[in-house]
């Protein structure tokens, strides 16, 4: 064998160890998928050139036809082994079965063993010598149908691979459109060349332009490897499990470069941004540089403002290693969180801004969690009280009773019950407090007894106070029943004898005496009513209001007055002290009205739940409306002052309300709001 090479030699010898070297660069990245078979593609089209190269320099033909058989090597191999790299960097290797594999090499593998036992027959063609010399030596070769079909059968299977790619590859962004777009023209290129080579009729000319593209070829897939990452981050099923997820998903290489993002991560980056692929991290990825990055799964929280408002994410990364387990890049998931964030934020500000304080202990009785409340009610700071036994801030008289409690229902799963206790606070005070305990140990998300507790000192001093209130009163209530009702009953009988006893002409004089005795009983009457008339109402029952107004309108002294009832109605209440009400209510309209031409009205009210009591007299003026609810405010010259201030009283101590206005016809209205009671039945009266 003899060799004369030239500048097309050197030049696709150059092609062969491009292609080469790229097929070893994929060989060390085996551990990525697809990487196998893209170093057997390189491997054939490294032959193809280097077939040619050998040649193009052959001077005899045992020379020539070892070039042949070099080529044909990696020409036979391209269909197939292109075919298997579109199917693994597809991830649809199932595709391809062990007899589907068999079927489709057989025909190469009975081509190529042709091809070296060609001089031995014509199967494939006939050759007929040297048409050009080296250094672009060619040969005169009349070629069979065999040649032909194995043409069109070897690039069938590379145009199958190119659209398989194409159209898988359509649904990628980012740096993987850009893998295939290469990928594709590294291919076409060359297919393009030996098509025109083949158009020519001689596939064994001199100048084979398939072969030459190889050197494009080489330069595109340099490109890819090093530049965008082929090999590197290989897309397996990509649309399937990146770009149809929810959650913002980006993929950094080793330099800190990001190398893909999915359609939710493009859509939660600035839409005025570059394209984010090849650009640095910390310049698309929202709040990289505070991601956590020691070990190699880590987990952060994220807060990112989106169309003016902020969402939460959690977010995850994952390092990505190979298989010798040196790190080639890392995934960050961004899950969104906002709806959650928003619902366990809304619930801890409930919370810590609530009045009262909410506190967990464990089996033990130590503080776990204390909400902020806390330092506005007793002092402390939530974190000087946590990892504290509860029992340290207790009195010491009240903590066996409350520990001894806890203790007996630790197991009891749901368990409630309220305490009271003394807490001292951070001057060193005992405060009473309140507390509801409620057994949650059980409960995965609490695992502790939770304590909502509220300060009740100034509730119980208050009490303490109303109670004294209520001892001098029932004590001023009996030295007015026994101490001035036994003397005025004294004076009483004392002027029945002197009426018996003296002349006429003193009977005038008596009447006084008499009518100011009167007087004073009232005053008595009315005193004790009104001592007695705040105290709050505590025991209810359910009253009528025709019933309860018409027993009072038969104990009042109406004269010619009439009452008229317009519809009835129940509601809970006193209805011995509301008899009080409607008494001293009916006194005032006859008292300060004239009795013939008198009509008391009493119904619900329209608009609101409750009652009014109306007449048809004079009135009260506008200015004198809240005076006449004070006590000892008259314009009779023998009332006592305290009627309405009674009803005000028996009213507020219901929890009511009592407001005073005109009545249709002019005369006073009295609306009283039961804003407390439920609303009961409404009934017409005949």
Known sequence: MEFAPGAPTWVLLVVSGVNLAIAAIAVRRREVRGAIPFAVVMVCVSLYSLGTAVRAASVTLSAYRLGTIVKFAGILGLGPSQLWFGVTYTDRESLLTRRRWALLLAWPAVVFVLVVTAPAHDLLWSVEGFINEAPLAAIRREDGPLVWATFAYQYALILTTYVLIALVGINWRGRYRVQVILMLSGGIIPFVGTVILLYNGNPAAAWDPGAFANTITGIIFAVALFRFGFLDLVPIARHT??????????????????????????????????????????????????????????????????????????????????????????????????????????????????????????????????????????????????????????????????????????????????????????????????????????????????????????????????????????????????????????????????????????????????????????????????????????????????????????????????????????????????????????????????????????????????????????????????????QGYTTSRDGTGFGLAIVRDIVQAHGWQISLTDSAQGGARFEIECTTVPVGKQTDVA
């Open 241 to 630: 499990l990146v770009d149809e997820m929810v959650d913002p998903i980006f993929v950094v290489d080793v330099d800190d470069r990001v190398v893909d993002v999915n359609t939710a991560g493009t859509e939660l980056l600035d839409e005025q941004q570059r394209p984010p692929v090849g650009r640095p991290a910390a310049d698309v990825i929202p709040s990289y540089d505070s991601l956590e990055t020691d070990s190699d799964e880590t987990n952060s929280d994220v807060t990112v403002e989106v169309d003016d408002s902020l969402r939460f994410f959690d977010t995850t990364r994952t390092t990505l290693t190979d298989q010798t387990g040196t790190t080639i890049g890392s995934v960050f998931i961004y899950r969104d969180v906002t709806e959650r964030h928003i619902v366990e934020e809304r619930f801890k500000r409930l919370i810590e801004r609530s009045s009262d304080m909410v506190a967990v202990i464990d089996r033990e009785g130590t503080i776990t969690h204390v909400s902020q409340s806390i330092e506005e009610i007793l002092g402390y700071e939530p974190s000087e009280l946590v990892g504290e036994n509860i029992t340290k801030r207790l009195h010491p008289n009240d903590r066996t009773e409350i520990l001894t409690e806890l203790s007996k229902h630790v197991d009891e799963y749901s368990y409630t019950g309220t305490y009271r206790a003394r807490v001292s606070n951070s001057a060193g005070e005992w405060r009473v407090i309140e507390v509801r305990a409620r057994n949650l140990l059980d409960d995965p998300f609490v695992e502790g007894i939770v304590l909502n507790s509220r300060d009740i000192t100034e509730k119980q001093r208050q009490q303490r106070k109303l109670e004294r209130q209520n001892e001098r009163l029932d004590q001023f209530a009996s030295i007015v029943s026994h101490d001035l009702r036994n003397p005025l009953n004294v004076a009483t009988g004392r002027i029945d004898l002197l009426k018996a006893n003296t002349e006429d002409e003193h009977d005038e004089t008596i009447e006084t005496i008499e009518r100011q005795l009167d007087r004073m009983a009232d005053i008595i009457d009315d005193s004790l009513t009104l001592a007695r008339s705040d105290e709050m109402v505590t025991e209810t029952r359910q009253v009528d209001l025709e019933a309860v107004v018409r027993d009072a309108w038969e104990s009042v002294d109406t004269g010619e007055s009439s009452l008229a009832v317009e519809r009835t109605m129940q509601f809970d209440g006193d209805a011995n002290r509301l008899r009080n009400v409607f008494e001293n209510l009916f006194r005032n309209s006859v008292e300060h009205n004239a009795a013939a031409d008198l009509t008391v009205r009493v119904g619900p009210l329209s608009e609101e739940f409750g009652f009014y009591v109306e007449d048809t007299g004079a009135g009260i003026p506008e200015d004198e409306r809240e005076a006449v609810f004070d």
